[in-house]
């Protein structure tokens, strides 16, 4: 079975499978035809592109948990299995750095730099915070063990209802508009589709208190750009993804008040290559032994 890595790097790291005969291919180069199993790159779509010219391609398995953008590339009868797990730690502690730096007055630091300032009006602590994760699944989960491990009042929303031993009761979205008045923060970690696509919104972002934080770490989409713009100031924003992304040197959200942003840097970090070469050894070992492949996504499974 060949399989195709985007990068010597992942290739040596989750080295020999029995079974599995590995190349290196990155999208930009012709591919071997002979390819079962692909594993594309990180960041660009360029290799979901070309998919349609590996004619045996069985299985992709990308190293991203969403998958906006890759199912209308998947070629018919491929499974699709995404990395769900392998970000959980790095995006969870990237949003909790996000916050704290906004609720600790960090950025304002930054640019006072040279000079002592008082910082200390309007610095709040993490603990005791109210902090909404908006998206309650396997990242919410690691990130909710962090935010209670610093003392803050957690509450969970998802699409349905249900218990958790962690946070307690995971509230259904339709409850989402009488909880965000009593929030201090909002982590948004949806997934993007048409259904969330610009749902933090300007109703939304109307419902939270003067002074909300409100943290992207999820996909640039699911927050509305112009909302933000228009709520900047009032509201408090960190922000690791963005609607355009890259944004645009010049841009107006650069200069919008008391936004922070990052380049997308939240899960790119130590910890991915180590989890993403378990990942993908385990499912080169499950296809190999014939057993059913984990974060199946789409196609036969």
């Known amino acids: 079975m060949i399989v195709s890595y985007p990068d010597a790097e992942l290739r040596d790291a989750v080295g020999e499978v029995a079974g599995t005969e590995p190349v290196v291919w990155d999208g930009r180069s012709e591919p071997d035809p002979g390819i079962e199993v692909c594993v594309p790159d990180y960041r660009s779509l360029r290799t979901f592109r070309r998919l349609g010219e590996l004619p045996r391609l069985r299985v992709v398995q990308t190293q991203l948990a969403g998958y906006d953008g890759q199912l209308e590339l998947l070629p018919e009868g491929v499974t699709l299995c995404n990395a769900s797990g392998v970000h959980d730690d790095a995006t969870a502690e990237h949003a909790v750095g996000l916050l704290l730096a906004v609720l600790r007055r960090v950025p304002e630091a930054v640019r006072g730099h040279g000079s002592w300032q008082d910082l200390r009006v309007g610095m709040r602590s993490l603990a005791d915070s109210h902090v909404l994760v908006l ?11 962090r935010l209670l491990a610093h003392g803050a009042r957690v509450t969970a929303v998802a699409t349905r209802a249900r218990d958790d031993d962690l946070v307690g009761p995971v509230h259904p979205v339709e409850e989402l508009p009488a909880l965000l008045p009593a929030q201090h923060a909002v982590v948004v970690l949806l997934p993007l589709d048409d259904a969330t696509h610009g749902f933090v919104g300007t109703e939304l972002l109307a419902a939270l208190p003067d002074g909300a934080v409100v943290v992207n770490v999820a996909r640039g989409g699911v927050v509305d750009t112009e909302a933000v ?9 960190a922000l690791d993804v963005t609607d355009p992304e890259p944004l645009p040197d010049g841009h107006p959200l650069w200069d919008a008040p008391g936004v922070l942003i990052t380049p997308h ?6 910890a991915m290559l180590p989890r993403m070469s378990a990942l993908v050894r385990e499912q080169f070992e499950r296809l190999v032994a014939g057993h059913p492949l984990r974060n199946v996504i789409a196609g036969p499974g």
């Not at 998206?135 to 063990?145: E, K, P």
């Not at 840097?265 to 130590?270: E, F, M």
């Open 135 to 145: 998206g309650y699944g396997s990242i919410g989960r690691a990130l909710g063990h």
């Open 229 to 237: 713009i228009a709520e900047a100031g009032r509201l408090r924003f």
């Open 265 to 270: 840097v939240a899960g790119g970090t130590t």
